[in-house]
Structure formats: C-alpha cells, structure tokens
C-alpha cells in the first residue's frame, strides 16, 4: 500500500520561504502521480499542482503564478512544493495524494502539515 508523510509545515513571516516535503513509500514515484492540496479553516480542500509519472508539473489556475513549484526528489524518495513569497493567505493545511490512476482520483492522503503565515 502506498504511503504518504507530509512534513515542512510550521509558522513563517510573510515574504518568506517553505519547501514542503511528501514522503513516499510503498511504489516508485515514477509509477505515481503526486498531488498537493491545500484547505484553509473555513474553505474547500483545493489541489495546488500535481506531477506526473514522467515528472510533467502541472499547476492549478491561480497557483501557476510562479511562487509554487512542485518536484520529485528521487534521492529522498520525495514530492517537494516550494512556496516563495509566503502570503498570509497561504495559511491552510497542506495534504499530499498519490494516485496510481489519473488525476481527479486521489488514492493516498497524508495526514497534512500547518502552514502559517503571519503578517
């Protein structure tokens, strides 16, 4: 069974950096593709990007502005999303999915990492 371990979170400045980490175990990131989400309090879950088998990012309207990039880190056996220019907005819980099917069928949840920004 695929596991996933989210970590990375914790309470930043705006105008700072984060790289969140997925940890993956269980199957090849090159048979996975990886999703990260993220819901802040009172909002809906929404996917930030996803990475393909063959390590093709995709980001999700808004989020395809530049501040998130999305990368596997095979020597950690990891998904990685970076986040620049942290904006208090930003504050949510941050949840890594794998899917050994499509997008839009997420298989695999962490249990999600906090992200904070203060102003």
């Known amino acids: 069974q695929v596991q996933v371990v989210e970590s990375g979170g914790g309470l930043v400045q705006s105008g700072g950096s984060l790289t969140l980490s997925c940890a993956v175990s269980?199957?090849?990131?090159?048979?996975?593709?990886m999703g990260w989400f993220r819901q802040a309090l009172g909002k809906e879950r929404e996917i930030v990007a996803s990475i393909s088998t063959s390590g093709l990012p995709t980001y999700i309207g808004d989020f395809g502005m530049g501040r998130f990039t999305i990368s596997r880190d095979f020597a950690k056996n990891a998904v990685l999303l970076q986040i620049d220019s942290l904006e208090p907005g930003d504050t949510a819980t941050y949840y890594c999915?794998?899917?050994?099917?499509?997008?839009?069928?997420?298989?695999?949840w962490g249990q999600g990492t906090q992200v904070t920004v203060s102003s």
């Open positions: 999915a794998a899917t050994e099917r499509q997008v839009g069928l997420w298989d695999f």
């Open positions: 269980g199957r090849p990131l090159t048979s996975l593709t």
